[in-house]
């Protein structure tokens, strides 16, 4: 089985947490945690969960629909 790795630092997982089947290491979880707002890192944290942890959906699209038009 292949071990999981964080999706912000990329290396292997020995603990942290699992959302949505990703994982996200106890150091990065500390890291966004404790992190300021107004800073270059609080943008890059928010970007790898958006990147990672939410459902890919069609501009536009009803995402109960099941009929999609591509």
């Known amino acids: ?8 630092c990329g290396k292997p997982l020995n ?3 699992i959302v ?4 996200i290491c106890s150091n990065c979880e500390d890291k966004i945690i ?8 609080y943008l890059y944290y928010k970007n790898c969960i958006k990147k990672y942890l ?3 959906m069609i501009r536009g699209e009803d995402n109960r629909c ?3 038009h591509l």
Do not use: E, H, S, W
């Open 1 to 8: 089985m292949k071990r999981q790795c964080c999706i912000i």
């Open 15 to 17: 603990r942290g947490i």
């Open 20 to 23: 949505n089947g990703k994982a």
């Open 34 to 41: 404790n992190v300021r707002m107004d800073t270059d890192f």
């Open 54 to 56: 939410t459902y890919p």
């Open 66 to 68: 099941q009929n999609y």
